[in-house]
């Protein structure tokens, strides 16, 4: 470390971009070039462990040869400097790019994959697709097609063209900043604030005590009690003529403080969405392989595949895999001008084939190990920590304030460990999978420094 964080030229590129946009979210300007592995090196010199991952994001660190490769291959050029509408006119590579990356890791069961441009848009979709879903089976078994007072109606946001329907989310849940996905949104206020939105179902997600392992009774009742209120939620939405036609849950909740629910809880959400006729879609943008599973639903042991489960960040690419049935009826009904990127479907494949190669969700398992160790003992030493928790890197830690939180997420950046917080006092780990059992010793005795002087 060379300087406090942010230093003297990241202060000074601050003012220039001040002036422009909004930059209170900004910890520093970094110099991607120097950038390498599992360390980010910013514009004043300084070099920090990387266990924030660009918001979870970073899959195999800065500058990873085999993607560096892929991009600088002369073949490739043209998927980087030729932009397709992928709609109409897909690059002849497509359909290969889609097997080596996406299809290659799918989620069993699930064969329909759709590229989008974020997570938001991404789950954004996936609800619409829950909708001409439900709206088409209540047509086939009806026997009818559209109405001219459907098309009518839906171009004045009336019923019925633009009927009454409901997805069910969680309180805590983040699922992206799009209008649709605010509506599901649960997590702080300052995401959806001064924002119109659909009225919605919300269920209490578990407020589990931690260690898991040893507070399995408690638990269960308290997963128990969550599952009542979903089954009669369900009831009370359909009685009211706006029937819940998806549940849409994370496998942990992130952005609101990394909240885990039990395999127990997963398997009977999944059961009452099968009973009662919607989709269970699980939103996996922030945990594609960071698990130590390539998907974390696969950890619950699921009766079957969830019907749609999205992704993002540390696959390179976002979109959604879907069950066989669920493509809409129509083409243009999920559409817009890119519908993705080509060049990030070939990052894709590379991320995919060094994950497959260096058996890095094995690495990401025993790295986890050693993480979610050490900051269990590091709260056992320093009683302002609490509820370790993680699975996999997925790690956690709680303050006992938010100022502890800020204070202690700022300290670490002096001392060349980058990470960030969730929900209201938690610190949250989020490093590549290329992160490895001495990139954790590293960032706990950092962390321990910390604490340490903290404490005093």
């Keep these: 470390m060379k300087t406090t964080v ?66 600088k291959d002369p073949e490739n050029l043209h ?19 889609l097997k080596t990356s996406l299809l290659s890791v799918s989620p069993r069961g699930l064969n329909q994959v759709m590229t989008m441009m974020c997570g938001s848009c991404a789950n954004e979709n996936s609800i619409k697709v829950a909708f001409f879903h439900y709206k088409r089976l209540q047509r086939e078994q009806a026997g009818i097609d559209v109405t001219d007072v459907e098309a009518e109606s839906t171009m004045k946001n009336q019923v019925p063209g633009s009927p009454r329907l409901s997805v069910l989310s969680f309180t805590g849940a983040f699922h992206g900043r ?18 119109p939105a ?53 496998p942990i909740q992130a952005e609101g403080g990394d909240r885990h629910a039990s395999p127990y809880f997963f398997q009977q959400l999944q059961r009452i969405a099968k009973q009662s006729g919607a989709l269970f879609m699980v939103d996996e943008v922030q945990t594609f392989g960071v698990t130590g599973h390539m998907w974390a639903h696969e950890a619950f042991g699921l009766d079957e595949s969830p019907d749609i489960v999205t992704f993002a960040k540390k696959l390179q690419v976002t979109g959604a895999y879907m069950k066989d049935g669920l493509r809409p009826d129509k083409p243009y009904r999920i559409f817009n001008t890119w519908l993705g990127d080509p060049s990030k479907l070939l990052v894709a494949s590379a991320v995919v084939k060094v994950i497959q190669r260096d058996n890095l969700l094995q690495m990401t398992r025993k790295a986890g190990e050693v993480l ?31 100022l502890r939180q800020a204070s202690l997420l700022q300290a670490l950046l002096n001392k060349g460990a980058y990470t960030i917080g969730c929900g209201e006092k938690t610190i949250r780990l989020r490093p590549s999978l290329t992160f490895q059992p001495h990139h954790a010793n590293i960032f706990l005795n950092i962390f321990e420094s910390v604490l340490s002087e903290q404490s005093h």
């Design 6 to 71: 942010p230093g003297p030229k990241s202060l000074e590129l601050l003012g220039a971009m001040d002036k422009i946009q909004e930059t209170r979210t900004v910890h520093m300007f970094v110099d991607y070039q120097k950038s390498q592995g599992n360390y980010v090196v910013d514009v004043d010199g300084n070099q920090l462990l990387d266990v924030c991952g660009q918001i979870a994001s970073n899959t195999l660190g800065y500058n990873y040869p085999d993607v560096v490769g892929a991009l």
């Design 79 to 97: 998927l980087l400097v030729n932009r397709p509408a992928l709609g109409l006119a897909p690059p002849a590579e497509f359909v290969s790019l």
């Design 178 to 195: 799009t209008l649709g996905c605010l509506s599901l949104t649960r997590s702080k206020p300052v995401h959806k604030l001064d924002v």
């Design 198 to 250: 659909f009225d919605w179902p919300v269920a209490p997600f578990p407020q589990l005590r931690y260690p898991l392992e040893e507070n399995e009774r408690e638990n269960r009742q308290e997963e128990d009690r969550c599952l009542e209120q979903v089954t009669d939620i369900m009831k009370v939405w359909s009685d009211r003529n706006c029937p819940v036609v998806c549940i849409c849950v994370e």
């Design 372 to 402: 979610l160790a050490g900051l269990k003992e590091l709260q056992a030493k320093y009683p302002f920590l609490s509820a370790a928790r993680g699975a996999g890197t997925f790690c956690a830690v709680d303050c006992d304030s938010t």
